[in-house]
């Protein structure tokens, strides 16, 4: 399972839901996409289970579609959540490794989609990718992050 470990609210008066300890679904959350897209096969496939399960008109539940997703948010190194969990929320995920060159996390903004840079070149996307490789650094990763999303 993949679940909310920490969060971290920002300055604005809206507030998005979401407790720490909640399960995210793994083909439709940002975070939770950044982990999968870089997890082995087996992996891939018992946290993802036998069905895409539909959260809103946006969520992707065709597993060539979501195959299509895998590789993009690799070539990139960043996976987005266009409101594919909940309507009007937008969310930039990038994974955080470990020392073997495992996905063990991801740092997430989300946000009401309107605020929300949808490009994996955007300042935000930038920012983020560069915080995961910091983190992944302090789980003694070995630097640089090789071909993820360069």
Do not use: W
């Not at 539909?54 to 990139?76: L, Q, S, Y």
């Not at 955007?122 to 560069?130: H, I, Q």
Request: proline share 7%; with cysteine; hydrophobic share 45%.
């Amino acid at each position: 399972s993949i679940f909310m470990a920490y969060i971290a609210e920002g300055p604005q008066l809206l507030a998005l839901a979401g407790n720490i300890g909640e399960r995210v679904p793994a083909h439709a959350a940002a975070g939770a996409k950044a982990i999968v897209a870089f997890s082995s096969p087996d992996m891939r496939r018992a946290l993802l289970g036998p069905e895409l399960e539909r959260f809103t008109k946006n969520t992707i539940t065709d597993p060539d579609a979501f195959g299509r997703e895998v590789e993009k948010i690799k070539r990139e190194g960043i996976a987005f959540d266009l409101e594919e969990v909940n309507e009007g929320t937008c969310a930039i995920g990038a994974p955080v490794f470990n020392h073997e060159v495992e996905p063990v996390g991801a740092v997430v903004v989300a946000a009401p989609c309107q605020r929300m840079a949808r490009r994996s070149n955007s300042r935000m996307a930038k920012a983020l990718k560069e915080t995961a490789r910091k983190i992944s650094v302090c789980l003694y990763h070995p630097e640089p992050l090789q071909g993820i999303g360069d």
